[in-house]
């Protein structure tokens, strides 16, 4: 099983909502990322988990909060968010970091704020 | 930082001829240099990787090769097929950072 599964597909939002993404990986990977990506773009990488403890922060606004309750689970929860906060959200995962491992995409959640 | 060239930014190629996307890195340290095929509303997808140790990799109709003096790696599409249309991404990785690189995107098109 190489899968990532995120969930929500697609998420549309009021800028007063809370919701929250989540992702789930069964290969026994011990590295999970979140990626953001608008059109025509690459992703751009928000947050980086390590064996469930955050080691990277890429300068996310507070109003994007993650969430790793065990080695299989990423969350990210989204509050107060704005209009140019809507994007293809994409959980990642790899063995372990440093990488220099296969990284394995889900499908992303295409979100879009109202 | 590493910083990550990728070229052209499109691309439209015959059914069956082949297909090249160029890529130029800037950290000598980078070690790990994976592709990615990302498909309309979908994440994207590996689809070969290569490390600094080799300077080819093939895999059936795809290939990569690395050239690390010169600092730049291509993908290499050989008799193309429509369902090869995609958006591919190139990507490095450089021991000791955190994080992949991404190129900025090729958008290939297969013409029938």
């Known amino acids: 099983d190489t899968e990532v599964t995120q969930t929500p597909k697609h998420l549309v939002m009021g800028m007063t909502n809370k919701k929250s993404l989540k992702c789930e990986q069964h290969?026994?990977?011990?590295?999970m990322y979140w990626y953001k990506q608008k059109a025509k773009k690459p992703p751009e990488l928000m947050f980086v988990?390590?064996?469930?403890?955050?080691?990277i922060n890429e300068s996310v606004p507070s109003r994007f909060s993650p969430e790793c309750p065990n080695s299989s689970l990423l969350n990210l929860h989204l509050h107060a968010l704005q209009p140019e906060d809507s994007a293809l959200y994409l959980c990642?995962?790899?063995?372990?970091?440093?990488?220099?491992?296969?990284?394995?995409f889900g499908q992303g959640t295409r979100l879009t704020v109202v | 930082g590493e910083n990550v060239e990728q070229h052209p930014s499109t691309l439209s190629v015959q059914e069956g001829d082949s297909a090249v996307i160029k890529c130029t890195y800037s950290?000598?340290?980078?070690?790990?240099f994976p592709w990615y095929k990302q498909e309309l509303g979908k994440g994207p997808q590996l689809i070969i990787d290569?490390?600094?140790?080799?300077g080819e990799k093939k895999d059936q109709r795809i290939a990569v090769t690395l050239n690390k003096t010169a600092k730049h790696f291509s993908l290499h599409i050989t008799e193309t097929q429509p369902e090869d249309s995609a958006v591919y991404f190139c990507?490095?990785?450089?021991?000791?950072?955190?994080?992949?690189?991404f190129g900025t995107g090729t958008r290939l098109t297969i013409i029938p």
């Open positions: 990507a490095a990785w450089a021991f000791g950072n955190e994080k992949l690189t």
């Open positions: 950290d000598s340290a980078s070690n790990y």
């Open positions: 290969m026994g990977h011990r590295a």
């Open positions: 990642a995962s790899s063995r372990e970091r440093p990488a220099n491992t296969e990284a394995f």
């Open positions: 290569i490390r600094s140790n080799v």
């Open positions: 988990y390590s064996y469930e403890k955050l080691s």
